[in-house]
């Protein structure tokens, strides 16, 4: 047992720090399990699920762990969050938004049930009149329809519950924010980092290249990707990810730039931690309070795209987004007005609430500032 002790050690010793250790781990049972996916049997994991167990690891390992080790300079940066009244206010919604959709599921219907006897319902307090042919008589005659307990947000032109469609909607907008904005920010950090670490002719080929990614219009680029390839969920979020990194490697660059000369990075060259441990143990926790600010304002962008992505048809036809709500809704704007109001309210509470909390985040880490 020592023995086999020692030999960990040893193999812990050589790969470095438990994290990379479990990092490695994490990426070879993804490599493997990708490969019996593909190979030998049909169908292990959905493609979301990969993301969620690669990012997951990711932000367990490089974004919880660190904040975990500084909790005192957590709690700091908490209590002067705490003092911007908007931002506390946008992160209880945030809060119950990730409630509600997590528990919500299990207590609504089917968001794609469909049920033309309850079509164009009203939510709860309203009441609509609506003409009806009648073939008996041959004439138009006018039907009152009423709100029921069944469906307190109303129902839509095919008789599907509003409440789970925005409740689904909510599910699809936290993953495709998150996750996306996760890619992105994980793409970014490094290139940018690496850009700035490393200077000369890195710095000139990671720069040029985050020049040509930003100059393509990023909106039309994700549209052309989704039409060629596919409107598959998983892929949306991959090509949002991978498209909207470059804000992020600018900003981190310049960050980077005045971290590299500091006298830590000169002490950590100067006993021989490698370019790796230096980049990953010393300046990426270094620009992780401009990491978190980065992200939060970003998820509201990427929600905005999704959403966008829906509404003009190129969504993933088997999830209900608000962006597809609000598509329907446009088509009975002038009959069921509720249908577009309700997922429009959301993606306006749901931005504005990452805008506080981002502000508030932003605040909080500037030295300059009076919160």
Not at 50 to 68: F, M, R, T
Not at 124 to 135: Q, R, V
């Given at each position: 047992m020592t023995n086999r002790?020692?030999?960990?050690?040893?193999?812990?010793?050589?790969?470095?720090?438990?994290?990379?250790?479990?990092?490695?781990?994490?990426v070879a049972f993804l490599g493997v399990t990708i490969l019996l996916d593909i190979f030998v049997i049909e169908?292990?994991?959905?493609?979301?699920?990969?993301?969620?167990?690669?990012?997951?690891?990711?932000?367990?390992?490089?974004?919880?762990?660190?904040?975990?080790?500084?909790?005192?300079?957590?709690?700091?940066?908490?209590?002067?969050?705490?003092?911007?009244?908007?931002?506390?206010?946008?992160?209880?919604?945030?809060?119950?938004?990730?409630?509600?959709?997590?528990?919500?599921p299990f207590f609504t219907a089917d968001p794609t049930?469909?049920?033309?006897?309850?079509?164009?319902l009203p939510p709860?307090?309203?009441?609509?009149?609506?003409?009806?042919?009648?073939?008996q008589t041959g004439q138009f005659i006018t039907k009152t329809m009423t709100a029921t307990g069944k469906h307190p947000l109303g129902t839509d032109n095919k008789g599907r519950d509003l409440l789970a469609m925005i409740i689904s909607g909510a599910r699809v907008s936290l993953l495709v924010g998150l996750f996306a904005t996760g890619i992105a920010i994980v793409l970014g950090t490094?290139?940018?980092?690496?850009?700035?670490?490393l200077g000369g002719k890195t710095d000139n080929v990671l720069?040029?290249?985050?020049?040509?990614?930003?100059?393509?219009?990023?909106?039309?680029?994700?549209?052309?990707?989704?039409?060629?390839?596919?409107?598959?969920l998983a892929f949306i979020v991959l090509v949002i990810g991978l498209t909207g990194w470059t804000g992020t490697a600018r900003l981190i660059r310049s960050e980077t730039l005045s971290l590299r000369t500091r006298e830590f990075i000169m002490a950590s060259k100067a006993l021989g931690a490698s370019d790796g441990r230096i980049i990953l143990a010393h300046l990426v926790p270094n620009v992780i309070s401009l990491i978190i600010v980065i992200a939060t304002l970003s998820i509201p962008g990427v929600i905005l795209a999704e959403a966008a992505l829906s509404f003009i048809g190129l969504g993933d036809p088997a999830v209900t987004s608000w962006g597809m709500v609000l598509r329907a809704g446009q088509q009975t704007l002038d009959t069921a007005w509720w249908?577009?109001?309700?997922?429009?309210?959301?993606?306006?509470?749901?931005?504005?609430?990452?805008?506080?909390?981002?502000?508030?985040?932003?605040?909080?880490?500037?030295?300059?500032?009076?919160?």
């Open positions: 002790l020692k030999s960990v050690k040893k193999i812990a010793e050589k790969v470095g720090d438990i994290r990379k250790l479990i990092l490695i781990l994490v169908k292990i994991f959905d493609p979301l699920v990969y993301l969620y167990i690669a990012l997951g690891a990711i932000a367990v390992l490089y974004g919880i762990q660190p904040l975990y080790a500084s909790r005192r300079l957590v709690r700091y940066y908490g209590e002067r969050a705490k003092r911007n009244r908007l931002a506390v206010g946008g992160l209880a919604f945030i809060l119950f938004l990730i409630l509600l959709a997590l528990i919500g049930a469909v049920s033309f006897e309850e079509k164009n709860l307090g309203f009441a609509t009149e609506e003409s009806i042919y009648d073939p490094l290139i940018g980092v690496i850009s700035a670490y720069m040029r290249f985050t020049d040509i990614m930003m100059t393509f219009p990023f909106f039309l680029l994700l549209v052309l990707i989704v039409f060629i390839f596919g409107p598959n249908v577009a109001v309700a997922p429009g309210v959301m993606l306006f509470l749901t931005v504005l609430a990452f805008n506080f909390v981002g502000d508030g985040l932003r605040d909080a880490f500037d030295p300059r500032s009076s919160v």
